[in-house]
């Protein structure tokens, strides 16, 4: 593209944010394809958010990321929320388009399916039922993209069942909400394992489930990347199943996010992904 007249200007909008990886990300990026940008940290309390988003396109940014906690309080400040947006009830990525429209969307589906799917080609959602343990925003986005990829049964394990059962009002009855102390049984002939609650995050305490009932060869994955191996990760690789970290899904969320904002797709590459994988373990 051709860059004569501005800087590109684009970032992540949450409340913290300067623990956020994005920037790293992003920024690699702007390097990689010699354009001239910033992919700015942007802290915003809850109470500026509604000013902050109507600053955007005056201020010369294409658009942001949205980060904990805004992800649903942007909605009602958007001109256009995507589908796949409206479905999971949260927006992690909005347009400022040149119009000065604000166009939200949902990349973290994408990001999740994306990611299995690059690390492992033959990988099919409708292989056999997958247990979904925890029933947040993040969980919302996973499951939104397994049923999209074809999933026939999820079985949604949360500690507070309503959450669960709403995503399956929400998300249609290929949801099986299930109740926390069913969470170890809930693995039996399950093709794969998703964890998506902050259990296993650096900080927070372990997830606890029993791997006993699942099959060798189911995929095991963790939407959490700090550490970048959980211990269910660990304990899955150590029985021998197929795993998968979180940092993937946040790779591959963005060049979608790049194509609405700067019409170009960035390649997520090893170097990168070396360069996020550093950044973490220290
Ligand atoms: P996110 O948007 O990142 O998914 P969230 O909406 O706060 O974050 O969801 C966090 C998830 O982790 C929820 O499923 C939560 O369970 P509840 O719905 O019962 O709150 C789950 N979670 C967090 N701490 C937990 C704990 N100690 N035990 C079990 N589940 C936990």
Known sequence: MSQVDRLLLAGVVGWPIMHSRSPMLHNHWFEKNSLVGRYLPLAIEPKNLEGALRGLHPLGFSGVNVTIPHKQAVIPHLDEVSIAAQKIGAVSCIHARPDGALIGS???????????????????????????????????????????????EIRLVNRSLDKAQAIAADLGAGIKPIAWTERHEALGAAKMVVNTTSLGMVGQGALDLNLQDLSSDALVSDIVYVPLETELLKAARLRGNPTLNGLGMLLHQGPLAWKVWFGIEPQVTQELRELLEKSITG
């Open 106 to 152: 949902n990349n973290d589906a994408h990001g999740f399916i994306r990611n299995v799917k690059v690390s492992f080609p033959h990988w099919r959602a409708d292989a056999g039922p997958i247990t979904v343990i925890g029933a947040g925003g993040g969980s919302r986005a996973v499951c939104y993209g397994l049923l999209e990829e074809g999933a026939k």
